[in-house]
C-alpha cells in the first residue's frame, strides 16, 4: 500500500480536538500501541501491539514501511505481516529489539485520513496525518487533504518531524 503521511509535535492536544471537531473530523478509537522496532536491511521494521480499552480487544501485528525522512508530507510504502511471511523474508531476524516505543493514539478520520494524536511516552505529543492511496486511489487528492489538513491544524502544530519515534 502507498500512504502521503505528515508528521510534526503538537503544541496542544486539547485544541487539536476542537479542530478536528470543528473541520467534521470523526473520533475512530483511542488505542494503546506499543511497538517494537527490528534492525532489517531495508526500511523499518516494527512489531505493533495494539489494545483497544474501550472494545477490550488486543492485537499483535508486523508492519514493514518505506519513506522518507522528510519534513514535508511524503510518500510511504507499508505491508502488513504475519509471523509466516517474517520468517520467510528474514530468517535471522531474531528477537534483538532496536528500539521500543509506548504510545496513546487518538485516531480520528477525515475525508479517509487518518489523524493520530499521539502522546508518546519519553518523548512528548504529535499529530500525523496518514492518507492512504490504494489501489484505484488518487494520490493527487490524497496529498491536497493532507495539506489541507496541515492548514487546519497550523495553529497547534510545532516543529515538522523528519522519521519515526524510534528515530528519536
Given at each position: 500500500m502507498k500512504n502521503i503521511e505528515y508528521k510534526a509535535e503538537l503544541r496542544n492536544l486539547e485544541?487539536?480536538?476542537?479542530?478536528?471537531?470543528a473541520i467534521?473530523?470523526?473520533?475512530?478509537?483511542?488505542?494503546?500501541?506499543?511497538?517494537?522496532?527490528?534492525?532489517?536491511?531495508e526500511g523499518r521494521l516494527k512489531r505493533r501491539t495494539e489494545?483497544?480499552?474501550?472494545?477490550?480487544?488486543?492485537r499483535c501485528e508486523w508492519i514493514w514501511y518505506a519513506r522518507g525522512d522528510r519534513t514535508q508530507a511524503r510518500p510511504?510504502?507499508?505491508?502488513?505481516?504475519?509471523?509466516?511471511?517474517?520468517?520467510?523474508?528474514?530468517?535471522?531476524?531474531g528477537r534483538r529489539v532496536e528500539r521500543f516505543i509506548k504510545k496513546r493514539r487518538e485516531l480520528w478520520d477525515y475525508e479517509g485520513v487518518r489523524i493520530h494524536l499521539d502522546s508518546v511516552?519519553?518523548?512528548?505529543?504529535?499529530?500525523?496525518?496518514?492518507?492512504?492511496?490504494?489501489?484505484?486511489?488518487?494520490?493527487?487528492?490524497?496529498?491536497?487533504?493532507?495539506?489541507?489538513?496541515?492548514?487546519?491544524?497550523?495553529p497547534v502544530l510545532g516543529e515538522a518531524v523528519r522519521g519515526s519515534y524510534a528515530d528519536m
Amino acid at each position: 500500500m502507498k500512504n502521503i503521511e505528515y508528521k510534526a509535535e503538537l503544541r496542544n492536544l486539547e485544541t487539536a480536538r476542537g479542530i478536528a471537531r470543528a473541520i467534521g473530523a470523526r473520533e475512530v478509537a483511542f488505542l494503546e500501541q506499543t511497538d517494537e522496532y527490528f534492525p532489517v536491511d531495508e526500511g523499518r521494521l516494527k512489531r505493533r501491539t495494539e489494545r483497544n480499552p474501550a472494545k477490550g480487544t488486543e492485537r499483535c501485528e508486523w508492519i514493514w514501511y518505506a519513506r522518507g525522512d522528510r519534513t514535508q508530507a511524503r510518500p510511504s510504502l507499508w505491508t502488513r505481516l504475519d509471523d509466516r511471511q517474517i520468517e520467510v523474508r528474514w530468517p535471522n531476524l531474531g528477537r534483538r529489539v532496536e528500539r521500543f516505543i509506548k504510545k496513546r493514539r487518538e485516531l480520528w478520520d477525515y475525508e479517509g485520513v487518518r489523524i493520530h494524536l499521539d502522546s508518546v511516552a519519553g518523548l512528548g505529543t504529535f499529530l500525523e496525518f496518514e492518507g492512504v492511496v490504494d489501489v484505484s486511489g488518487d494520490p493527487a487528492r490524497v496529498r491536497e487533504t493532507v495539506e489541507a489538513l496541515i492548514g487546519h491544524f497550523r495553529p497547534v502544530l510545532g516543529e515538522a518531524v523528519r522519521g519515526s519515534y524510534a528515530d528519536m
